[in-house]
């Protein structure tokens, strides 16, 4: 064997025979639909903030009422 041998280094296609990697797929499905289902939380909550008109109740009055309230 010379140094210029590499055909050992070579990464070929899978065989039909070779076992995939179910774990491996899994944490791949999870990831990608953990970073979907965040996405989408984000665009939610920022549609809610742009986009809507937020009816709030009304600040507490400064003053004192003018005359006390009859009985």
Do not use: K
């Amino acid at each position: 064997m010379d140094a210029t041998d590499t055909h050992h280094l070579v990464r070929r296609g899978r065989h039909r025979g070779e076992q995939r990697d179910p774990l491996g797929a899994a944490l791949a499905a999870l990831w990608a639909l953990g970073h979907i289902v965040t996405l989408t939380l984000l665009g939610i909550i920022a549609n809610d903030q742009l986009g809507a008109v937020h009816q709030s109740a009304a600040p507490p009055a400064r003053s004192l009422p003018d005359r006390a309230p009859a009985v």
